[in-house]
């Protein structure tokens, strides 16, 4: 067998070695959470050690093939991705005029003919959602009268959102009449708008939270896509909310006494202390990983933001009723708003 035979069977040996390694990987890998780009970079350099230090040609060329044919599959994935977004919005459409149908029903405005659904609206008024404490009134009387709280109740379904909602939160989240979703195409991205009745905490008629899909981009590899084919929300843009005088949430203030060194006069200050609250929500992160001023605490936020914004726009908003519907029951609302 002649020197180029030798390289031509050592390279097609290689490649279904290594291809036939990197299908085991995956199968058996669980994560589910890396994405293509950096599974094929970590097999191949766990495999090779480091690229500089191959000493078979075979083995360099094989490798070169390798990562050019998972390159085209992290492409294939990031239009794939494209796609499911699309998808994603044209479902929305379908699903606006239900949505405004919820609305209408929460804010008590409007007739609606239920036609079968009569029975099982009459049940879920009656015995699940208890938000009118007026029990002698019959269910049109309250189909009239709205939901008032019907948010509050829904993001204390899950523990998730539960858990950034302070109990003065909730004097404000009252007056919380609908959350929409919208999709934005350039750069491409979702928002979450907090429509809110007339209050005498802020002046905002709606609160507003953008979140941008962006791809990461690994080291030495152009493409990166997750491997469940979704593309990861990177950074989010809040709004401010106009708080009138003494009414601001997010805020807590201290008055204490100041005595100046030069003119031995006392005098009182005032200092604004940031504090926890829901309405924490609506300032603005970024995770880009070109930011390196961000410390870890800012990343964690960052991260914990867009987590909570994407559960809101995938659970919250879509499942409102069952969640509401589920509340009697602790561990099965729970686990529907886990899924």
Known sequence: MTKNNNIRHSLDVNILLHTNSINKWRTNNTAGTENCASISREFFFTKFNKVEKMTSDADNYALKVLLELEREEAALNDEIARRVYELEA????QLKPLYQSRRDIIMGRGTF??????????ELF??????????????????????????????????LTASVIMPYDTYVLKYLVDIS???????????????????????NRVLVKEAYLEKKFSRGVPYDSACWRRLRLNSCKGCTIKWYPGKNLTVHEIRFKQRSTR??????????????????????????????????????????????????????VPRAELLLFLKSNPNSCENSSND
């Open 90 to 93: 044209e479902t929305l459409a």
């Open 113 to 122: 003919d239920f036609n079968d659904s009569e029975e099982l609206l009459t």
């Open 126 to 159: 009656r015995k699940k959602i208890e938000l009118n404490s007026e029990s002698s009134l019959d269910d049109s009387k309250r189909m009239k009268s709205g939901l008032p709280g019907f948010w509050l109740e829904v993001l204390n379904c899950s523990r």
């Open 181 to 203: 979703i919208d999709f934005i195409k350039s750069p491409m991205g979702y928002r979450l708008k907090f429509y809110f009745a007339p209050n005498k905490y802020f002046s």
């Open 263 to 316: 003119t031995k006069q006392t005098r009182y200050v005032i200092k604004a202390i940031r504090r926890p609250s829901f309405f924490n929500f609506f300032d603005s992160y970024s995770v880009s990983m070109e930011n390196a001023a961000l410390n870890s605490n800012q990343i964690a936020m960052s991260n914990a933001d867009l987590e909570l914004f994407e559960f809101i726009r995938t659970q919250i």
